[in-house]
Nanobody, 123 residues
Framework: QVQLVESGGGLVQAGGSLRLSCAASGRTFSSYFMAWFRQAPGKEREFVATITGSGGSTYYTDSVKGRFTISRDNAKNTVYLQMNSLKPEDTAVYYC????????????????WGQGTQVTVSS
């Protein structure tokens, strides 16, 4: 399994931007589908975005389409989430996750998880 460490969270005003990073260990990073999930207080963890191993295909939940961009740099073993036009409802702990088998939006399919990074958007 791959080890994942997120960074880049923080406090930002509505309309602002943040870029999250997720650094992965291991030499097979490019063989993993990667994803970002988030969990707000009192709510279940929800899918945000996913990307194929090559970075050639991405998929987003409807609420972030046009505002968030997932990307990866396989040379750096890192996946990113660029978040623009942030809204208070984007406030959550953001997690990155990895799976080798297929592209999926279902959290229980993912075998590796980071510890999470807090994103807080003030109104």
């Amino acid at each position: 399994q791959v080890q994942l460490v997120e960074s880049g969270g923080g406090l930002v005003q509505a309309g602002g931007s943040l870029r999250l990073s997720c650094a992965a260990s291991g030499r097979t990073f490019s063989s993993y589908f990667m994803a970002w999930f988030r969990q707000a207080p009192g709510k279940e963890r929800e899918f945000v975005a996913t990307i194929t191993g090559s970075g050639g295909s991405t998929y987003y939940t409807d609420s972030v389409k046009g505002r968030f961009t997932i990307s990866r740099d396989n040379a750096k073993n890192t996946v990113y989430l660029q978040m623009n036009s942030l809204k208070p409802e984007d406030t959550a702990v953001y997690y990155c996750a990895a799976v080798r088998s297929h592209m999926t939006t279902i959290s229980r399919d993912y075998s590796s998880w980071g510890q999470g990074t807090q994103v807080t958007v003030s109104s």
